[in-house]
């Protein structure tokens, strides 16, 4: 079966907002349900996978035509974007866990 022929079958017989696999790490095919009288419709998802193939996110980044690739790959080439998430690394605090108060006071209305 061609790529375009499963894409059509994918278009006519997935369920809405169900995202497929395809043969390049971290980019799925996603069907769109009917939108304000637009009909359903494909969309590229680029999401970043675990070690099993699995999206790491809810919702990656959709990209609907040629133009919207075109502008996100020269988003993403931008030199200036390397020292901006840099700093945001440095400016962020580590991930984990949050750490509670060992005294919490606990809000009483007195009577």
């Known amino acids: 079966m ?3 022929e499963s894409l059509t079958e994918f278009l006519e017989d997935g369920d809405d907002w169900e995202r497929k696999k395809t043969s390049v790490d971290g980019v799925f095919t996603l069907k769109l349900p009917e939108y304000k009288g637009n009909p ?19 919702r990656g980044l ?7 690739l075109e502008d996100f790959r020269e988003m ?17 605090p580590e991930k984990g866990k949050k750490k509670r108060p060992e005294e919490e006071k606990e809000d009483i209305i007195e009577i």
Do not use: C, H, Q, Y
């Open 40 to 58: 359903p419709r494909l969309a590229v998802e680029l999401n970043p996978t675990d070690s099993s193939g699995k999206p790491t996110k809810k």
């Open 76 to 92: 993403i080439n931008e030199e200036r974007l390397d020292g901006l998430m840099e700093n945001i690394m440095e400016v962020n």
């Open 2 to 4: 061609s790529l375009e």
């Open 62 to 68: 959709m990209i609907f035509n040629m133009g919207e």
